[in-house]
């Protein structure tokens, strides 16, 4: 009896990000130190002066602020200000985000070219998250002609400089034989790439190879511990397919499954310290 694996067969778009910079104002690295602890009240008071003064990466976090509800209410139309005014700055990270917001209509018309033009100007610019997500729109055509070999550079562009969701898309298109000539090894490489990241799409795609023994030798356990890892990180197909795999263990694979999650905690630790 063969046993389906669930896969992600949509690209992941970055989320709005946050930033600061080396030679930031003490202000703003305080602001960013705050948001890490919590304290979104002190980070409101720490940016709000820089950001009306204006300082694009504290105008920026001034919009994620308003973005996630954090120290002030939820108002897409307020980040969606804040973001205009660092992005018509050049700001990168601002430009990138104004794109989100473009793209899934969040306090905007949705606009899909509005928002390959904003990626477009981010991705110019180095933004890893704007050349990824350019390379979605181009992937399904969306506010900008269907392109798979712009796409392709754009994954590859980002995922070669450490961007997980970038090197997920790139293993999904040589899983896929998209732009590429099919590679289930090189799918499985740039997988693993982004599963160490802890990208959950990622490391439940290596566990669908795992399970299938495409580009990887077929192994149960390595497939469950990478569904297990994915279902942590909220994957519902990591989920779905950590369950089926769970059932079809024995005790001596379990525990083999139960030292390797014992070892990934004690390394995501070690790197958190």
């Known amino acids: 009896m063969t046993h389906p694996f669930w896969r992600h067969l949509g690209f992941v778009v970055m989320c709005v ?3 600061s910079s080396a030679r930031a104002e003490s202000e703003l690295e305080a602001g960013v130190a705050a948001v890490k602890r919590g304290d979104y009240e002190t980070a409101l008071k720490n940016w709000q002066p820089l950001a009306q003064k204006g300082n694009t990466n504290a105008q920026t976090n001034m919009g994620v602020l308003h973005e996630r509800g954090w120290g002030v209410p939820k108002d897409y139309v307020k980040a969606v200000a804040w973001y205009r005014k660092a992005a018509d700055k050049g700001n990168a990270t601002a430009q990138n985000n104004l794109g989100v917001f473009y793209e899934r209509g969040w306090g905007v018309a949705q606009d899909y070219k509005a928002a390959a033009e904003w990626y477009r100007k981010a991705a ?3 933004d890893l998250n704007g050349q990824n997500n350019l390379g979605v729109l181009h992937e399904r055509g969306q506010g900008v002609p269907q392109d798979i070999p712009e796409a392709l550079r754009l994954y590859r562009a980002a995922a ?3 961007l997980a969701q970038a090197q997920n898309n790139l293993g999904v298109f040589y899983e896929r034989g998209r732009g590429v000539t099919q590679d289930y090894k090189q799918a499985a490489v740039w997988y693993r790439r982004a599963a160490e990241q802890n990208n959950p799409a990622a490391q439940n795609n290596l566990g ?5 023994g495409r580009g990887l030798t077929e192994d149960i356990v390595q497939a469950n511990f990478w569904f297990t890892l994915s279902a942590t990180g909220g994957s519902s197909n990591g989920a779905t397919n950590r369950d089926n795999t769970s059932r079809r263990l024995t005790p001596v694979q379990r ?3 139960d ?5 990934w905690k004690l390394r995501q630790a070690g790197r958190s310290s």
């Open 259 to 263: 030292k390797l999650l014992a070892e």
């Open 160 to 162: 070669s400089k450490g």
């Open 17 to 19: 990000c946050m930033v």
């Open 255 to 257: 525990e083999s499954v």
């Open 124 to 126: 110019l610019l180095g």
């Open 208 to 212: 669908v190879l795992y399970g299938t």
